[in-house]
């Protein structure tokens, strides 16, 4: 199937092919751990699943990009991937 996302990292929106179901993503976003609902995905399927970001975006990543994105948080809760700053959520 191919997955569309949206980099959390660069805003870069990627296509992959994943070997994955409507039931296996619908399980996911009902809760399930991914690595439950789709055990046979390699991490770097599931990353972009979760993240958006592709394997090449983490080799091009440097220590500086991670420091700067270190405040950075993660919401779970769509495949639209939203993010938000710790300065959002005070």
Known sequence: MNITRKSILTNTVSTREIDVTCDQIVAWERGELIQDAMPHLSPD??????????PEQWETLTEADL??????????G??????????DNQ
């Open 45 to 54: 399927d599931r990353e972009f699943l979760m993240t958006g970001i592709t």
């Open 67 to 76: 420091a700067s994105r270190s405040n950075t948080l993660i919401r779970k």
């Open 78 to 87: 769509s495949s639209a991937n939203t993010i938000s700053t710790r300065e």
